[in-house]
């Protein structure tokens, strides 16, 4: 068998073959299984039964049935397609034991952090018409250092330990990766790309009239399975991811992959035009002052 036969092998018919069946088919040609690759609850590996072609968002690899057969059985392309020609496909499958998380910014080391307090970071903040009372509640400053230089930003903690660097030069991120979640008690979830965009949701005056939902911040498409994990624990979730070609991409993937596709709605038709949140409220804060000079909220 070559590798172009080996190509028109149907990739879900082959995990079947292995023992796996899909866990959600939302869609007459996608398919979504729990990976091979290790124990999981909520189904991360996908399958474009079109393109015969898979993805498993835990780990962020894909391809072909042979990229899959290399990696599941740990194996050259020759013995893989030798195992397809004999058709005896076993159960020696390779298990990866832990999923290791993306490399983050390189050489960040964290020197301290404290309440927020330059000059230069409320600036920034102003410009990106975010609440400064809001951002002592969400916002760290700090110190760290990269290519043996010592450089300050805004941090936004994340559930591990790790933070979101920003400045108004620098974007980054240390050790180690993930989302932020908040809850408020509620059976609603907003989930954001990034904290900027939170920040703006939160500044806005209108939020504090209503219950506010939980929170889940993304800070990369990268966490797509940390919080698919959690999404389905709510009735509802809306998302306010970028209106970019990544943004739209794992819209899609989020309401495609969650147990409840029509609990899921995208958020960002609020900003429609817009790359984000947080640009669009820019905008909404620059009208006002040319409308209404005297009458502001309080920043």
Request: charged residues 25%.
């Amino acid at each position: 068998m070559n590798c172009e036969q080996a190509r028109k092998i149907d990739i879900v018919d082959f995990l079947g073959r292995l023992g796996f069946s899909p866990a959600r088919h939302p869609k007459p040609q996608i398919y979504w299984f729990h990976s091979p690759f290790r124990d999981e609850n909520t189904p991360s590996f996908k399958v474009d039964r079109s393109a015969n072609e898979w993805r498993d968002f835990g780990i962020g690899e894909g391809g072909s049935i042979i990229d899959l057969g290399i990696k599941l059985y740990g194996c050259t392309v020759s013995e893989f397609l030798d195992r397809l020609q004999s058709g005896v496909y076993g159960n020696d499958l390779v298990r990866l034991k832990e999923i290791k998380p993306r490399s983050t910014e390189p050489g960040i080391e964290i020197i301290s952090v404290k309440p927020l307090s330059h000059p230069a970071l409320y600036n920034y903040l102003l410009e990106r018409a975010i609440s400064l009372s809001i951002a002592r509640r969400y916002l760290q400053e700090v110190v760290f250092r990269i290519d043996k230089k010592e450089q300050f930003a805004l941090g936004f903690p994340n559930r591990s330990g790790g933070y979101e660097l920003r400045n108004r030069l620098f974007k980054g991120s240390s050790s180690p990766k993930d989302i932020f979640i908040e809850r408020h008690g509620s059976n609603e979830l907003a989930m954001f790309e990034g904290f900027m965009d939170f920040l703006s949701f939160m500044t806005d005056p209108r939020q504090s009239l209503k219950q506010l939902p939980d929170i889940l911040v993304l800070n990369s498409t990268t966490n797509f399975v940390k919080a698919l994990e959690l999404m389905d624990d709510y009735q509802r979730c809306r998302l306010f991811l970028d209106n970019d070609d990544t943004g739209r991409a794992y819209t899609k993937l989020f309401i495609e992959a969650s147990s409840n596709p029509k609990s899921v709605g995208d958020g960002a038709s609020l900003y429609t035009g817009f790359k984000d949140y947080n640009a669009w409220w820019i905008l909404q804060q620059q009208q006002i002052r040319i409308r209404y000079p005297t009458q502001l909220p309080k920043l």
